[in-house]
């Protein structure tokens, strides 16, 4: 429409937290796990990058906690990773705290799949707003945003865009929190500079254990963290 290629793209997996796009079957399927996905979405971006004679980066998102998670999928040929559950869970983040708290606090079995008034699957975390939904309850509420056709504002028991607003302001009985299917191992709030030195040593820790092949591209990522990490605030 536009006659322009993407300057990225990003591949969002099934164990990603709020909508997904994927049929509520194809969430624990195999087939539709990232690092199946990762290389298929490869292959189909690299003809458009030939064409256009510049890269395309292909980004990996969902279900990506650790380090090694981060190593992994690079080596899988991802230029880059996104990740958002890790980075809720830091003083930066600006949800409310009890937003933060319902990661904290969430077991395995708190991270839910739930069905979406605007038709898709998503992730949650479990609590009474959602348990009353299950139940069959209502919550009234006149539609303020319109924001998906999709949204069968008639039927829905209640608006998601308002649910989702009032779990980021702290209002979670009328709300809830959307999260990775990692959520569960949220144990504490960090600053972002704790949290990607973190990421950075078990990342190298992963190469490491690789073996001494890795070494080379290991030093590299160490001096790239030492740049970014610098650049931070505080």
């Not at 709020?18 to 690092?35: C, T």
């Not at 409310?96 to 949650?124: E, N, Q, T, W």
């Not at 028991?157 to 191992?185: D, H």
Request: charged share 20%.
């Amino acid at each position: 429409r536009y006659s322009r290629l993407p300057d990225a793209v990003v591949v969002e997996g099934p164990l990603a937290g709020g909508h997904l796009g994927f049929r509520k079957e194809q969430i624990n399927d195999p087939h539709y796990a990232l690092e199946r996905l990762v290389p298929e979405v490869l292959a189909a971006v690299a003809p458009f990058a030939a064409t256009a004679a510049r890269p395309i980066p292909v980004i990996a998102a969902g279900g990506i906690y650790t380090g090694a998670d981060i190593r992994r999928f690079l080596h899988l040929g991802a230029a880059a990773v996104q990740m958002g559950t890790r980075f809720v869970a830091t003083h930066e983040c600006d949800v409310a705290a009890a937003f933060k708290a319902a990661y904290l606090a969430c077991s395995k079995d708190d991270v839910m799949i739930v069905d979406s008034p605007v038709g898709m699957p998503g992730r949650a975390i479990r609590n009474g707003f959602l348990d009353d939904i299950r139940c069959g309850k209502r919550k009234p509420f006149r539609c303020p945003y319109r924001c998906l056709r999709t949204c069968d504002v008639k039927n829905s028991p209640y608006c998601i865009a308002s649910a989702l607003v009032n779990a980021q302001r702290g209002n979670l009985a009328s709300g809830f929190a959307f999260a990775g299917a990692n959520a569960w191992r949220t144990t504490e709030i960090v600053s972002v500079r704790e949290l990607l030195d973190s990421l950075v040593e078990e990342y190298l820790a992963a190469s490491a254990a690789a073996g001494p092949g890795n070494q080379t591209a290991a030093r590299s990522r160490r001096q790239h963290r030492a740049s970014l990490v610098a650049s931070l605030p505080g």
